[in-house]
């Protein structure tokens, strides 16, 4: 019998699992980041030699019967990155091991519509739209970057809602029950000193895209400013799905919807985006019930040719960890 192995690669971390025909999680292992964007070739090598170490020391009889290995890590949106890991991955596996790249956003998709065609919507720090149609043509809308875009992203939310406090220490914008909890957060009493904060702070990006928790809090104390900032953000995320729709996808397509990161741990928000795309009755918003990893996993299974069975999703979801 041969397995599976799939392959979560973040930009903080990496988790990789093996499973058997049946769904079932026989080894499971973790490390650091493989985005080749912001890892050392040479730290790579050893990252992944780590990684496949401990994973054959946990499946030492069943390692040489892996057949499909499915990676989705971040950084491979570009071709040469792909090619790059690919190889490198390669080095590590059986010789008659397929090998198989992609985005990690193909993770978070999988992990929702369980390898069928589908969108992901990806809100954390960044964010970025993803789709697959049934032909396994790819497509994105956004993604460029707290610089350019990230639109919907927790750092949207946390910028929109400090220049909010920003303006209304100024005058120019109305008070906002947010200004005091921003002040707070940081220990300040004034813009001047909170914006010494984030410029200084090592990590400003993460600063920020903290505060979204702030504007989510005022949102539900009904603070006209939060509620403002709340209803672009789900305009502009509505915005991205359907255009990917669009570009993807006819009009009677059936689609499911994947939202994952951070942003979506806040009801709220999911449940808005589920309302506003209700107007669209061939996509069905969907949070995933299983990490990321087992989206890998099921990538794997694609790559053989198959689609999990009802069965198969089950035994993933009970035995990853």
Known sequence: MGFVLGIDGGGTKTVAAI?????????????????PNATSKQELE???????????????????????????????????NQIFLKEMIKRFVPATTSVVVEPDTINALYSGTYGKPGI??????GSITYGI???????RVGGWGYLLGDEGSGYDIGRQGMMAVLKAYDGRGIDTDMSQKMFTFFKVDNGQDLIQKIYTSPRPKNEISALSKIVIQSYHKQDPVAEGIIANVIEEITCSIETLYKKLFSEHDKVRVVLCGGVFSEKTISEL???????????TVVLPDMPPVGGSIIGAYVLQGELPTKEMIKNIKGTIQ
């Open 133 to 139: 149609d049934s032909s396994l043509k790819h497509a």
């Open 19 to 35: 499973a058997d025909r049946n769904g079932d999680i026989l080894a499971q292992t973790r490390t650091g980041s493989t985005n």
């Open 46 to 80: 050893k990252i992944f030699r780590g990684l496949f170490s401990v994973l054959e020391e946990q499946l030492p009889d069943s390692f040489q019967k892996i057949t499909h290995l499915f990676a989705g890590i971040a950084g491979a949106g570009n071709k040469a």
């Open 273 to 283: 985006i589920k309302k506003s795309l209700s107007k669209n009755p061939h996509t």
């Open 120 to 125: 992901v919507q990806i809100s954390g720090t």
